[in-house]
């Protein structure tokens, strides 16, 4: 576990949807055993790939890669720092918002029909959501590869995969526990904090990629230069 393997956490853990997600899971009939139904099956997906690397994948990594580790950081870490400095400047944003415009009425429509679906306790619908929500993207693949080449031991590198799943999950898992608590607090809580993180997820997203980019870049140079 390194500084880039937690960066790609943060990373995956801003999400928006999941903000989507928390705020149809709590208007539901029965919120809390559909946000368990959810965790379960997005964790379980998150976990069962992250083991599978570490128990199964691993061993062979380690002699195929090691000669190659130099190489596929800095492939990784370019796309990363290119992708966070337009970002970061809001070319990839300014697009994005055009299209979103014309796209509205679409999005709007699906939206109504995701609160109508997930309005009655349907628990293995959530339990599907939760398990595509937690198939692997680009930031997790790239963390499994950051704990392949750390040399660290099983051990530690499941406790690593289990760090990462609970920081990728945490925009559902936070607001689950508070929903214990109160519900009532919980569901304004939600509305304002994903008002907050939409207004803020280019600068968010744009210095994270660009941190764990400059890493994986300078990490690959040093070895490859070493």
Same mark, same amino acid.
């Given at each position: 576990m390194n500084a880039a393997f937690f960066g790609l956490a943060v990373l995956a853990a801003f999400n928006p949807k999941l903000f989507a997600v928390d705020l149809l899971l709590i208007e539901n009939a029965r919120p809390r055993p559909m946000f368990l139904c959810f965790l379960l099956g997005g964790m379980g997906m998150s976990l069962a790939v992250g083991l599978l690397d570490v128990f199964v994948v691993h061993a062979d990594a380690i002699s195929t890669q090691g000669s190659a580790?130099?190489?596929l950081d800095l492939a990784l870490g370019v796309p990363l720092l290119v992708i966070g400095a337009l970002v970061g400047t809001g070319r990839l944003h300014g697009h994005r918002r055009a299209r979103a415009t014309a796209g509205g009425g679409r999005r709007a429509r699906r939206d109504g029909w995701a609160q109508r679906v997930l309005r009655e306790?349907?628990?293995?619908? /959530?339990?599907? &959501?939760? +398990?595509?929500a937690g198939t692997p993207g680009a930031s997790y693949i790239a963390a499994l590869h950051q704990l392949v080449m750390g040399r660290s031991s099983a051990?530690?590198?499941?406790?690593a995969v289990v760090a990462f799943v609970l920081i990728e999950f945490s925009l559902v898992i936070i607001p689950f526990v508070f929903l214990q608590v109160s519900p009532?607090?919980?569901?304004?809580?939600?509305?304002?904090?994903?008002?907050?993180?939409?207004?803020? /997820?280019?600068? &968010?997203? +744009?210095?994270?990629?660009?941190?764990?980019g400059a890493y994986m870049v300078i990490s690959g140079l040093v070895r490859l230069l070493t």
């Open positions: 580790s130099a190489g306790p349907r628990f293995g619908l /959530a339990v599907l &959501l939760g +398990a595509l051990a530690v590198q499941a406790v009532e607090a919980t569901k304004a809580r939600l509305q304002r904090a994903q008002d907050w993180l939409m207004s803020h /997820a280019r600068q &968010l997203m +744009a210095a994270v990629a660009l941190f764990v």
